[in-house]
């Protein structure tokens, strides 16, 4: 008869547990997300000539109507008022207001989309989860509007938190937020972003 010499002390409990965020699961978040930003900055280019060309124009037509305003000021200025030039005179004085402010607005918009729109695309990247994904994104007015899905609800406003956070975002309270779940189907979500200055208005 042996003795037993040797006692197996192992056990599974012994194992690291499993890891439900892998590598290989980063690696394809991290790829979605540079694609992502590739289409974002594609669009963003092309809108952004868009926006440059329409401002060209703008600007010509602006000039134009001021060379027309300068001859019909002058033309008044050498006789008695017309009542007909005076109506002129002011349907272009209106016009050129009218131009100026898409003018502004044009280059705001130009300003937003070439410098803003990249560093929200970035944010999101830096604060991305994978239990939510956004399908839409809309900037209006200085409001941000994200609309997507959540594989868990409890992600949401942990992910909100960590907007708040982000450079682009910073100032901006969440004024409001719409979820909504279908039989069989993620939770669906709307979250709106408004400045904070705004608000206290």
């Not at 695309?121 to 509007?145: G, M």
């Amino acid at each position: 008869m042996t003795l037993k010499t040797r006692v197996n002390l192992y056990s599974d409990t012994l194992l690291p547990p499993v890891q439900r965020l892998s590598f290989k699961r980063l690696a394809q978040v991290l790829v979605f997300m540079l694609v992502l930003f590739a289409m974002a900055s594609s669009a963003s280019y092309i809108l952004v000539s868009g926006l440059e060309a329409d401002k060209l124009v703008l600007a010509k037509q602006k000039s134009n109507l001021d060379k027309q305003k300068k001859s019909l000021e002058a033309a008044m200025a050498k006789r008695a008022p017309d009542a007909e030039l005076v109506d002129q005179v002011e349907l272009l004085t209106q016009q050129i207001e009218l131009k100026q402010m898409l003018i502004g607005e044009l280059s705001q918009r130009e300003a937003l989309t070439s410098h803003g729109y990249s560093m929200l695309f970035k944010d999101l990247a830096r604060v991305a989860n994978s239990n939510i994904w956004l399908n839409r994104i809309r900037v209006e007015n200085n409001e941000f509007i994200f609309e997507g899905f959540s594989s868990a609800p409890n992600s949401v406003p942990l992910w909100v938190e960590r907007l708040k956070s982000t450079e682009t975002l910073k100032g901006h309270a969440f004024a409001a937020m719409a979820m909504s779940r279908g039989e069989g189907k993620p939770l669906a979500f709307t979250l709106t972003s408004k400045a904070e200055t705004e608000e206290a208005k």
